[in-house]
């Protein structure tokens, strides 16, 4: 009798508990979605236990909003079910022709891309450009080629010419966070601009120089001086695989910061790259280097039966993700989206966002309705998810043999471990979370069309958030 009364007084403290925990965040919930900033918006919040997926609080969970960058979420949780923590992309490097004796390559070098995200990104020793042209040095020489009579190209057949999501925006796409996919980037698809600004506000800016130098683009600068105080507010226009690039806006009287824009072709870019390292290597080159897709406009046969003489395998997904979601690369959710619809139907219809949503409906039995994708790191303002889903992959996660590995890539905001999305007046954060009695939580918020200051109503949320807490 005195058992049955104390596992019954615990399951009534626990049940008092969760019914406090509710109430603690439904006062916290209706005084933020009250707040005169959401008076033409709406938001949204589910509250998951992240142990047993029981709902702990739901508010509008079922009404799809843009998830902005929390759905780097999903599309990490997606790649580590389907691709593995320690899966890798591959790069060959490799020749057609014949190697006569006194070292002439009478043929192409060229470079196979395989959809890897950070090839000669600086955020990881073994892909930082130097170390990289210094294996493909050590790897031409041992395969005894001194001369190339032909050229170096770019193999970027595998993810097709279709670089950019549906759905991104003109204003997006040639800055560094619009940057488009390839089957072979190079240093994830941007490159410096840095100004000096005019003598007073409204006189033109001049483009010192790019970082690197990119002398095949023409780039126009429009952009005129800033007054004391107003930042950056330049941007880029440009379309993939354009030569010209449009600087417009303004860039402040005093400022110091190097502005970043996307690469309209990152395959050019890469083989450009290595072709001038082979250059000042000694290696001479007959002809301009070039890539499939430009020898394909040309009416060009393409190389045929390459013959490989170095393979280079990436950082593990499990390193790429944890940078995917501490600096919130877009370009790495959309090569890693890519990568799953190339996988897993050998094609990239829908560019893997029709692999998420099903994946998703397989396993937990969501609606796709409540997972409209576009593309897989959130820029996309048509993007459609619900909290409900986004909290119900979250909770999906803890049981995983990887999720140490996904927690730590999550940034920390207000002392807690969540992702944060912010497009045009929509804030979301999504994460994790442990209630005051050890409870682990798995939680989704989204607000839409707020009106004023970002910084207000991140604050105003992190007080609602703090209420989990």
Do not use: C, H
Not at 39 to 63: H, K, P, R
Not at 216 to 223: A, H, M
Not at 297 to 305: G, I, W
Request: charged residues 15%; hydrophobic residues 35%; positive net charge.
């Amino acid at each position: 009798m005195r058992i049955y009364l104390f596992f019954f007084f615990v399951i009534v403290s626990l049940n008092s508990f969760s019914q406090t925990l509710a109430q603690k965040i439904q006062k916290a919930y209706d005084l933020f979605s009250k707040d005169k900033q959401l008076l033409y918006g709406i938001s949204s919040l589910t509250v998951l236990n992240a142990q047993t997926g029981e709902v702990v609080f739901s508010e509008n969970s079922n009404t799809g909003l843009p998830p902005a960058s929390t759905l780097k979420i999903v599309t990490s949780i997606t790649a580590y079910n389907l691709l593995g923590k320690d899966f890798t992309w591959q790069t060959g490097l490799t020749y057609s022709g014949t190697i006569n004796a006194d070292g002439t390559l009478e043929g192409n070098l060229i470079l196979v891309g395989g959809g890897d995200p950070t090839l000669g990104s600086e955020r990881y020793r073994q892909s930082n450009p130097k170390i990289l042209f210094d294996r493909w040095l050590l790897a031409i020489k041992k395969a005894g080629i001194k001369r190339i009579n032909g050229s170096v190209i770019a193999d970027d057949r595998l993810f097709g010419t279709q670089s950019l999501p549906l759905g991104w925006i003109w204003q997006d796409i040639g800055n560094y966070y619009g940057a488009g996919t390839s089957s072979l980037s190079w240093g994830e698809n941007q490159f410096g601009l840095v100004f000096s600004p005019g003598a007073k506000a409204g006189e033109p800016t001049v483009l010192v120089r790019t970082e690197p130098s990119m002398n095949y683009l023409k780039i126009v600068n429009e952009v005129t001086t800033g007054v004391a105080g107003s930042g950056d507010n330049v941007y880029v226009f440009s379309a993939p695989y354009s030569a010209v690039v449009y600087l417009r806006g303004t860039y402040g009287i005093d400022l110091k910061k190097t502005i970043f824009a996307s690469v309209p072709d990152p395959a050019f870019e890469a083989v450009y790259r290595l072709n001038d390292t082979l250059k000042r290597a000694g290696i001479s080159i007959s002809a301009e280097p070039s890539t499939f897709r430009l020898l394909a406009l040309a009416n060009k046969t393409l190389p045929l039966s390459p013959k490989i003489i170095d393979t280079y395998n990436s950082p593990s997904l499990e390193n790429v993700i944890y940078w995917f979601n501490q600096k919130s690369l877009n370009l790495y959710g959309e090569q890693m989206l890519k990568t799953l619809g190339q996988k897993k139907v050998g094609s990239i219809s829908g560019g893997g966002t029709d692999i998420v949503t099903n994946y998703w409906s397989d396993k937990l039995g969501i609606d796709s309705n409540s997972l409209k994708i576009l593309d897989g790191s959130g820029l996309s303002p048509e993007t459609r998810v619900t909290t409900l889903t986004m909290a119900r992959i979250l909770q999906s996660a803890k049981k995983e043999t990887w999720y140490d590995s996904f927690y730590q890539s999550l940034p920390s905001y207000n002392n807690m471990k969540m992702k944060s999305g912010s497009i045009k007046e929509v804030l979301a954060y999504a994460g994790y979370e442990y209630s005051v009695s050890g409870t682990p939580l798995a939680f989704s918020i989204i607000a839409s069309n707020y009106s004023g200051s970002t910084s207000e109503i991140r604050q105003k949320m992190f007080r609602l958030l703090d209420s989990l807490k």
